[in-house]
Structures are given as C-alpha cells and as structure tokens.
C-alpha cells in the first residue's frame, strides 16, 4: 500500500520528530545525566575526579532513611485510600441512579484543587486552636483534647498529611475506575445472573477481572505521581516536625536549593529516580506489551 | 418462580441504591467539609477568623479578604503571569508534540520504536532530578527569574503525553487521506497542515486542558526559577503567603480559592475529555 515511499520521505519522519525529541534531551535528559555526574563528583571537586563517597554517605544518612521510609509509607497508604474510595464510589455511581451527575460533580472536587492549595487548606482545618476539625470531634467525642495539635504531634502529623493526599487524589482513581466500569457489557452482568451468581459472586467474576487492566494502569499513574508529590507537603507542613513528614522530593530540593549540597543532593536524587524505575518497571512492561 | 426472581431482584436493587446513597452522601460531606471551611473563613474579618469559640459561618460578612489579595498582594500580577505561562504552555506543547505525533503516525523510519518508547520513558523523570542543572543552565542563559524559562521547562514536560495522545489521535485518522493529498501533489507538510490538523481539532483539547493544568497547578518550577515578586505564577504567590511569619487566614483562603477557581471549572467542565484522554495515551499510545 505505501510501497510509493522515497528517501526523502523515510527521513521527513525525524524532521517532524525532531523538536520533541531536542527538547526532551535538552530539558530533561541532559540536565539528568548532568545530576549524575556531580552525585559522583567530589564536593566542591569539578573535572573527571569521580567518587562513590556521596553515595556511601546515603547508606548512613539516618535523615535519607526516614525520609524512604515517610516516602514508602506515604504512596502506600495513599494508594490503598484511593483505591478503597475511589472503586467503592465508582461501584456507586455507576448504578445510575437519580441525582448521580450531582454526586459525580461532588466526589470530582478535591481532584480540582492544585495540591499546594490542599496542604494549605487541610493546615487550616487541621489548625489547633482556629481550625475545624477540633471542634467536629468534640461535638462527637466531647473528651477530645481541645486544642489536639495534629501537624505538629509525631504520632499524627504523618497520618494527617496522608489523610489530606487521600481526600486530594482518589477522584482521579474514582474516574478512572468509573470509565472502566462503563466499559463492562451489560450482557455479561445479565448471564451472571441468568446463571444465578449472587452480588458478590458477579463482583468477584464478573466486574473485577473487567476492571483489572484499568485498575493497574490507574494505581501505577497514581504510585508515580505520588512518589514525586511535591507541594502538599511544603504547604502543609514543610516536612515538619523535625523530618516526620519529609519526602524526598522535598528533601532533595531543601539539600540543593536550601543547603546547597549540590553534589549530595543529586545522589539523593539519583537514588530515588532509580528507586521509582524499579516501581514502575511492570507498568512500562505492561504498556508496552499492549502496544 | 419468574416473579421470585424479579422481586429479590427488586428488593437486590433496593438494598444496592440505599447502600449507595448513604456512601455517596458521606463521601460527599468528606469533599466538602474542607472547602466549605476555606469558603466560611474567606468571609470573615481577620479577627473573626482567629476567635474563639470559633463561628462555622461569618457572623459579619465581609469581602474585605477578598479586595485585599489584590490590594495588599500583587495577585493581579501573579494571576497574569499564570496566564501567560499556562496558556503559551498548553499552544506550544500541542503543536511540537502535534508534529511529533504525525512523524510518530505516519512514518517508518529507523529508531521509531526506541523513540517511542524514549519519550514515555522521560514521563518518569523527577522534576527534583534535572531542576538543579536546568536552573544553572537558565541562570547562564540569563533566563532565570523570566516566565520564558519556565514556559520552556512546563512545554517539555508536556511533551510525551502531547505527542502520544496526538499520535493516537492521528493513528484513528486514516491514511487514505494523507495518500490523496499526496497524489494531488502536495508536499507532507502541507498535507500536515491543511488536511490532517484540522480534523485533529478535537483531539487536542485533551491536551491543551493537562498542559494548562500542569503549568497552572505546578510548585516546584516555579519555586526553583522564579526568585521577584513581579514574576510569581498564582500557586507560587499563594505558597509564600503562608510562609508569611503572620499568616492572614481570611486573605489567605480567599486567595486559594480565586487561585483554584481556573483548575475547578475546567476540571469539572472538561472532566470526561480529560479522563478518556488520559486512559487512551496510557493504554493505548
């Protein structure tokens, strides 16, 4: 069909690929390669002297290791409150019932706010003497510590910032899941029940294994984005208290920009690039395959 | 015994819509309760905000916080400045990933596939891994502190998702099409232009919609390249606000809320686009 093809077609191919690609090198591949260059240059060192001290050093940094742990700990706890919100009201809103376009425009909100925004609003709420969220509990619990300081106790200020990534991003897993839902044929649902499956036996059969494709695709999106996320936490509270609720977006920025540990910074940096490739290694596998 | 079936069917269906609504109305409440606190607190004089007990609605309603962003805080600016960034960021990262989107279409050229696969791969790039040698780059340039370097960095992150969403797009779009134009001698980019973009149209909203929210809604960017007052974005000029040793609460929440205001509307205006797009450049490409 396209046997008509001449050389100056074949390579007309790269001239419309090309201000993409030297973009991506310029911006992103070469400033990486740049990072990995100086995480392997002494401080302070320049030239071709290279050194694997910075990341020796990284094994020993008790801070770094914390700050993997919160990291870890917070896109796991994020993933699974998106999850469980996200599918139990997608499951409700794909019943099409009155006044569900409502509910849908609703849940759809906190997806709406820019997360820098999240972490100053759950800071206000969560705020211990002006904020909501103590006086809501002692209507309920009328014992509750009055002025119960949530972001700056070392038990709670981690779970509060994760509370505020739940209430932030499970629309997104929620509308994914949703088209997912959609996608299922009514049939299969009707012959399940034809055959006499329960509830629970058509959810097990019928709607999780049409949903696990999307489900996976939605969970890797969502583990990538929120290893990187950024902002919450600086609004929020700004990693504080102490390092309890550093993540290494944030720590890297503070040792490069705030410190300026540059060569330290870019191992720190290297580090948890390698880490999230690993992470996401079975979703690009996964991509790939279905291409 | 049809009629047994119907009937537990029925009472099945009862039992799955009150299950339901009590869900929806709880999560609902859940979405709201923080906003409708920014919205009451927005309302209030600073001295209401900070007394005790504290008032769930504005006993003297007031719009002073809301005069006062513009007033005591260049917010007009800040607000420009978002715009501009957003909007050139969301026109030229879907016309570059456009091109590349057709090159990636419809042509076969050597080193397509590992391309292909290069540009998702950039996705997974952390901003805090290239920003630092990007700021010294800018700073060289002399472009640290403008809204060009910015732009440069918001359009390049955009790209791999600009340019396979368009390649599905142009993918859909047969090549039947191409190969008239060609017949009739027009030259590729020619055909690019005026056969094949306009028909793409609808295809880029998508695409449009993630640029602008991205450049829009970003933190870190801005936070590493802009260092003046006159070249914050919105998210920026929000974030030092509570940096602030005395944060204004009423001030503060109102202009979160004008700052949101862009990203709400077309999230809720565009929500389904935006989200089969983004299942499509997924799973598809």
Known sequence: MRSGRTWHDRHLGYLFVLPATLMLVA????????????????????????TLGHYQKTFHDPVLLQTFKNTFAFVAWSLVGHFV???????????????????RLIALIPWTIPDVIAGIIFRWVLNPIHGALNPLIRMVVPSFPAEFQWLSSPTMAFPSVIFANVWRGYPLVMVMLLAGLMAIPRELYEAAAVDGAGKFRRFFHVTLPGLSTIILIALALDMVWEFRRFALVVTMTGGGPGTLTEVLSTLVYKTYFQFFNFEYASAMAIMMSAVLFILSLPYIILVGRER | MKSSVAGSERRERREDAAISYSLLALSSAFALFPIAWMLSTSFKSEAEALALPITWIPKQFTLQAYSEMWTLKPFGLYFWNSIVVSGVTALLSTVVGALAGYGFSRFQFRGRTSLLAFFLATQMISGVLVIGPYFQVLAALELYNTLTGLIIAYVTICLPFAAWMSKGYFDSIPKELDEAGLVDGASRLQIFLRIICPIAVPGTVSTLLFAFLLAWQDLLWALCLISIDEKRTVTLGVAFLVGEFVIKWPMLTAASLIGSLPTILLYLFLQRLYVEGLARGAVKG
């Open chain 1, 27 to 50: 911006v992103l591949v070469f400033p990486a390669f740049v990072t990995l260059k100086a995480s392997l240059t002494p401080e302070g060192g320049g030239g071709w002297h290279l």
């Open chain 1, 85 to 103: 919100l996200g599918l139990s009201l997608a499951l409700a809103l794909n019943q099409a019932l009155p006044g569900q376009t409502f509910f």
